[in-house]
């Protein structure tokens, strides 16, 4: 095995492999890159893993191109592949398809580039984890959990998204009927069909999570807590579009959500129709986020997040209306809440939540729990040694709200000190804490583009 590349990208999620699928674009020099991915398989990550058809993206095809200068990259891939003959192209573009088929998408993005004759690419791809990275004079060392360490001039870290390692609030149950990592396939297997099921979080990744259990025929009761016991909204159905505002709002946290409240009010008349306030305003939020004083960051992350997520983070109107009904029908009982207390009995779990509309604890019993909280950027809450050893040595620091990496708003990661270090550089949703939108493919893809030219430089 070489041990010398030029650059190393750390994690093979679509970020990864759009950033590599970049470099090979736009190589004009020779460069040795090295993809090093573990965990899942390369280029789908945790998001496009799936098996589950029914599991939809929440971004309508015409934003999901892994490309910004060929929007219609998706489109064209789907229609070019006879066994999605049956998507017509007159309305593809608007509308949701299964994460499965993007994680195929990105499948042969990767054996493209893997088979690709690009005579300025050499590239290699190492199925390991990296658990540690050090620097060495003007290279870092890069170390693997499985073969000898390698050494790189530059690193893109593309770690993606981490699961969480406890359930919020009850921090020492260890039980097999307590699923923290709700990605973790074993959440939905092997249901009882009598007794119900616990969900903590109320958000996409519960979506998903009732999607497989409805699709087992599962037809008893989905107990679901969450902070503010609300579901995303829906899509429009109808996709429109307001005008962007002439300027960046104004960057004091309070006159941003007067002047969004207001230009919903005043634009529309139906709650469906946010979110094209919303995606007017997207072009800016990384530019407000950055310019927010900290201060306002954490008011905005105590008093508004909730909403803003419930607009944002939106589900294709179909999921929604299934969700919705299930909750109407009483199969899924929603409380706004927190959770106090697990315990595990012989058969099943007790479990006391604190119930929000009546100010009491409620205790029912459960087969399982199951962690849809999303996924951890605080990195001392999770399982990645590789983070956890950068973080104790000081490679790496948690920006000021600990949602991901400290760095500049373009990549550059800053270590402990408050360096910026040169050559160590990420993107994705890492980037969280820095620039607030960062882990969604119209993001990721801007960040992919800017970052190979900064690589390649
Ligand atoms: C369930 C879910 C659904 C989503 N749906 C959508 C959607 O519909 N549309 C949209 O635009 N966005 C969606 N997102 C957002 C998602 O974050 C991005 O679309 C994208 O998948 C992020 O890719 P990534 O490469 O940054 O991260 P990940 O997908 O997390 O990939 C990171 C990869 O790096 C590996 N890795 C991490 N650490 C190491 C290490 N130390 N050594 C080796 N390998 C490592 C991981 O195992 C993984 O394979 C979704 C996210 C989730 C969680």
């Known amino acids: 095995m070489n041990t010398e590349y030029d650059l190393a990208i750390v994690g093979g999620g679509a970020a990864g492999l759009i950033l590599l699928a970049n470099i090979f674009e736009k190589a004009t020099q020779p460069i040795s890159v090295v993809m090093i991915n573990a965990g899942y398989p390369a280029g789908k990550g945790i998001a496009y893993s799936t098996n589950n058809s029914n599991h939809l993206l929440n971004v309508r095809v015409s934003r999901m191109s892994a490309f910004t200068h060929d929007a219609n990259h998706f489109t064209k891939w789907i229609l070019s592949k006879p066994e999605y003959s049956d998507y017509h192209k007159d309305n593809l573009a608007e509308r949701f398809v299964p994460r499965k088929m993007y994680g195929e998408y990105l ?44 050494n790189c001039k530059k690193v893109v870290l593309c770690t993606g998204n981490q699961p969480p390692i406890s359930l919020p609030g009850v921090s020492s149950i260890q039980s097999e009927k307590v ?4 990605w973790d396939e074993k959440a939905v297997e092997n249901i009882d069909q009598d007794k119900s099921v616990f ?27 969450s902070k503010h016991g609300a579901i995303p909204m829906a899509h429009p159905v109808v996709r429109v579009t307001v005008p962007h505002p002439e300027k960046a709002p104004a960057s004091d946290i309070h006159e941003i959500y007067i002047d969004l409240k207001s230009r919903i009010r005043s634009a529309i008349d139906h709650t469906e129709w946010h979110e094209p306030v919303l995606e007017a305003v997207r072009p800016f939020t990384q530019k407000i986020w950055q310019e927010l ?47 106090l207390n697990v315990q595990e009995n012989q058969n099943d779990l007790t479990i006391d939540f604190f119930d929000k509309s009546n100010e009491k604890k409620v205790t029912v019993n459960a087969q399982r729990i199951i962690n849809c909280i999303g996924p951890e950027g605080d990195f001392d809450k ?7 050893n950068m973080l104790s040595h000081g490679l790496i620091s948690k920006d000021p709200l600990s949602l991901g990496f400290n760095a500049t708003g373009d990549g550059r990661i800053i270590d402990k000190s408050g360096n910026v270090i040169e050559n160590l550089l990420t993107i994705g949703s890492g980037l969280r804490g820095i ?11 801007v960040q992919a583009h800017e970052m190979a030219n900064k690589v390649l430089a």
Do not use: C
């Open 107 to 150: 499948e042969d993005l990767f054996q493209s580039l893997v088979n690709s004759d690009n005579k300025n690419v050499s590239f290699s791809f190492i199925n390991d984890e990296v658990i540690d990275l050090k620097k060495q004079g003007n290279s870092f060392e890069v170390v693997l959990k499985n073969a000898p360490f390698i």
């Open 179 to 182: 699923f923290i990592n709700p």
């Open 199 to 225: 969900i903590v979080g109320a958000g996409l990744t519960m979506v998903d999570t009732v999607i497989s259990l409805i699709d087992q025929g599962f037809k008893n009761k989905i107990i679901v807590v």
């Open 293 to 339: 004083p900290i201060e306002q960051k954490n008011r905005f992350l105590r008093h508004i997040n909730h909403r803003w997520a419930k607009l944002r983070h939106r589900l294709p109107h179909e999921v929604h209306d299934m969700i919705q009904s299930l909750i109407d029908s009483n199969q899924i009982e929603l409380y706004a809440g927190k959770l």
């Open 382 to 388: 999770v399982d990645n040694p590789l983070l956890r």
């Open 435 to 445: 620039l607030w939108e960062s882990t969604a493919i119209p993001e990721i893809r």
